[in-house]
Structures are given as structure tokens and as C-alpha cells.
């Protein structure tokens, strides 16, 4: 007999009508504890309306969001990180300001060395928000979503608009939270970071769940008798991003 | 809670103080328009001005003449000695009672009240035994004493409104609020920090103004700097909740312009900012009691003035609080932090 595992999150039949437009059309999904769940689909599928609804930031038209079994509210904004697809800080604030505060905002508190160490940003610390990069300013976004220790962080499109070399080490920081424990939520169009990063996905189109599991099931169920399994360490044509990440490295810059 | 107010308001309070464009305008311009203003204006009211210590239109004319008199603006009082503080401070030429018997006062220091005391003898076929002379003695307020709070309380009133109002609907716009929607910061808590943080930016800013125009211009001040001081807080949560109402729901930046616009004129010019409302219609003054900037006015005025204390300005800092309250309760009901 195996163990039913604790489900961190679970969405009920949510329904987001705007004028017009059916954005999201009864989308239910779990999330286990301690897993990466991820929300794939196409530019106007219904991903991020989704997860804001999740997250409370957007009112559903029906439905109902479960933290820990109870109805997300007061506890589930304690206790979860946030990185949005797009989000403005304020003007003349620097980095240290910004990540102080809001971790004033929270009464769950983490280290703030430790974040400011695990997303790189101890060089930046000084730095006004208006004159980071786009791989520094998400880095502060992720480092803002962990101030609060958050047992479930969402990570909307996280990696959109970022080099090779960024977006690889944006992977390797998602997966060291990971192992500190936390649940996330990924959205994502690109296939390859879901691949990388996710235990389970699903995949939404015209703000439905078309099919949702772990990425290997689905691949088998869709392609199983197509298939042909090659020893780990793949045989492909060598890309672009491979000549890219040859030639300037696979660190982070500053 | 109140941990969280402070951070959003520190955070504020040093967006606005490094955004140093706008902080220099919100010091160069009311210094600039006290001084421009008292050098164009000082001495130069044209009209006679007279105080009518019963209504005007209820005297009969073809007994007193002297109310036909062209180019005198004629104002009625009921209160002798707000009227005769009038005269004393030379913001009345001539202040007259028809009695019977008939009853004037002049300040003989006064070069208007010399003439339009001359007006007023003719009048009376030249007969002066027919009417009672009376003098008050005292300095004149120049337009610089009048105008200053005038321009300190619009000065007020512009960054109240627009540096709460446009800030919250650019947050909005930007997905600054949708962010901090996300955290366990409540609306109340929000609104509280930007309520706070612009009112003592505001106060800072009213203060250094202030000193600086009293300095340099020897302004009248008659009453306390803790009652005007008090004034003056009242007033701001008053206008930054006002301009809270605004930014509540609205999402683009052009939009709440236009509605700050639209509040802001109309208080501006029925507040009696640039000129006293003393003598419009009974409508105008209702409509002006209305605006927080009219009480605002009243009050400051009333105090660096006529050295009104806290008890004398008490009714007008209660309207001013109600109108908070009302303005405030408002905001609340109906703010929302995201873009839809």
C-alpha cells in the first residue's frame, strides 16, 4: 500500500470568463509537495490567467483554490513566492531596498543572505532596479518570490527574454529550491525548460487541459511505438545554443 | 501590520525624495508663485471694497445713496469685530453700519479708506454730522500675507492629489500592486503607508516652503505654528485621501490626469486660493464649503492672519476630518489592485 502524497495545491474547476472570451474553461489540477508542476500551451492558452487566479491576484468567475486542503487565503499568502511574467519595482529603489522591503511584508521571514547569495545578487545590491539587466532583474524577481521561505513558489514564465546562459542558470537556481524543499509552479512555453524542470505538466489550449502527467508518460502514451531509446547522453546535431553556451561560457555574469 | 505600512512607506518616501526632478518642482514652483505673485498683485486692488455691517440689498437705497456708489464692491457683514479685524489689516477700505443712527469706520493709515471716506460724505450731502466716525488704527496684510497660504494650500493640494493619485494608478499599470497583491499586504495597509508617506513628504516640503517665503518676504504670522501646523496635517490626509478616491479603480495614467484635473480646477478657483470669495453668491459659498482646500484656506488664513488658536479653527479641522473619513471609507470600498 503506497502513501497518498500531501497535495500542496490543488485547483477546482476554474472558470475565468471576460467579455467575450472564455480565458479559462474549468481547469482542475493537483500539486503534490515537494514536486515542479508545470503549465505548458501556446501564447493565449489560459496559463497565466490560471495561475493568477491561483494566486489570487485575478478573481475567478467559478471555482475554487485548496493550500494544504484548506480554501487559499491569509495562510497561502504567508507562506508562497511569486514571480509574475512581467513586474515593475519602483523607480530610484535599489536592490537591497527592494528585497528588504518586502521581506518586511511577510512574518515567515527567510535569510536574506541566504537569498541574496543562492540568486547571485551580491554585486547588484546597490544597484537602482531601473539599471539591472534582464537576467539580473529576474534574478531579483525569483530572489523577491523566495524572501518568505515560501513552501509553493509560482514561476510565471520566468525565463522569457533571456539568453542561453541566463536561462540555464535561472534552471539551476529553480532546481535548488526545489531541493530546499518548496513546491513550484512553472509556466512556460518552451518545452525544453518544462522538460528539464518539470515532474508533471499540463499542457492547455483555448484555456483547457488538453493532457497532463509526468513529461516521459506522455511522451510514451502519444509516441510509444515510435520511439527509439538511446543510451543517456543523447545523439543529436550540435545547435546554436550549444555554440552559444561553447563560446561565452556557461557562468553567470553579473 | 504596522511593520508592513513602514516598509511601503520608507519605500515611498525614498522613490519620491531621489526622484529629484520632481522634488526641486514641488519647492521651486509655490516660491516662485509668492514672489511672482506679490510683486504683479501688492497694492494693485483696484475695486473699493466696503463692508456693510447688515445684508446690502435689504437697505433702501434711495435712503443711503451711497451704496449707489460706482466701482465699490460692497460686502455684507454680520460680525462687527471680524469686520472691523478687516479694516485694522486694510482688506476692507471702509466698514459702515446704517442703523440707525449711521455708524462707519476707517483706518485713517489707509490711503483707499482716505478716499472712499470722502465718497461717503458726499453721499450724505456733505453733511457729516449725520453720520458717526470711527477709527481703527493698524498695518495693512499685503497680497504676499494673503496669498501665501493661498499658495502653500494649492501647492498642498496638486502634490496630495496627483502624488497619490497618479502614483497608485501608475503601480497599477505597471503591475507594481499585482505584485504587492500577492503578498500579505492588505488594501487598508497600502493606503495607509501612501496616505502617510505624502503627508509628511508634504508637510516637509509646505514647511521648508514656508520658512523660506517668511524669511525672505517678512510675511504676517499672528498665531501659533502648532495650530497651523495641525492645519495643515488635517488638510493633507484630506487631500490625499480625496486623490485616493481617483486612483482607486482607474487604470491609465491619462484618464486620472483628467479627473484630478477636473477636481482640482474647480477647488482651486472656488477655494479662494488667489482671491477671497468674500461677496460671491450664497451657491458659490455652499459649493466652496464643500472642497477640503476651502477649509484648508479658511482656517490657515484665519490663523497667520487673525491669530485664530485651535478652538477657533476647530470647525473647520472637524469638517476636514469628515471629509478624510468620507473621502477615505470610499477609497477603500472600491480599490482594486489589478488592472481589470
Redesign the interface.
Known sequence: MTDTPTMALEARHLVKQYPGVLAVDGVSFAVPEGTCFGLLGPNGAGKTTTVEIIEGVTRPTSGDVYYYGEIAGARFREETGVQFQSTALQDFITVRETLEMFHALYERQADLDHVIEQCSLGDLLDRDNRKLSGGQRQRLLLAVALVNRPKLVFLDEPTTGLDPQARRNFWALVQSIREEGATIVLTTHYMDEAHVLCDEIAIMDEGKIVTQGSPEALLHDRYGDKLINLPHGEIRRPNLEDLFLDLTGHSLRA | MW??I???F???N??FM??RASLSWNLILPVALVFGLSFAFDGQRDEYTVGVLQDAAEVDTAEHPFLDTKYVRFVAYDDLDEAMRKVERHQLDLLIDFGPPTRYWVNPTAPKGYFIEFALLQSSSGDSDLVTREQIAGEPVRYADWVLPGILGMNMMFSCMFGVGYVVVR?RK???L????????TSLEFITAQVASRMVLIMIITAFVYTGTHLLLDTRMEGSYLTLFAVGIVGAISMVSLGLIVSARVMSEELAGGLLNMINWPMMLLSGVWFSLEGTGETVQLISKLFPLTHVLDSARAVILDGATFGDVAPSLAALTLLSAVFLGIGAAIFR??R?
Open positions: 511593520r508592513r513602514y516598509a511601503i520608507k519605500a515611498r525614498r522613490e531621489r526622484d503601480y505597471n503591475g507594481f499585482k505584485r504587492l497583491r500577492a503578498t500579505p499586504l489592485w489589478e481589470f
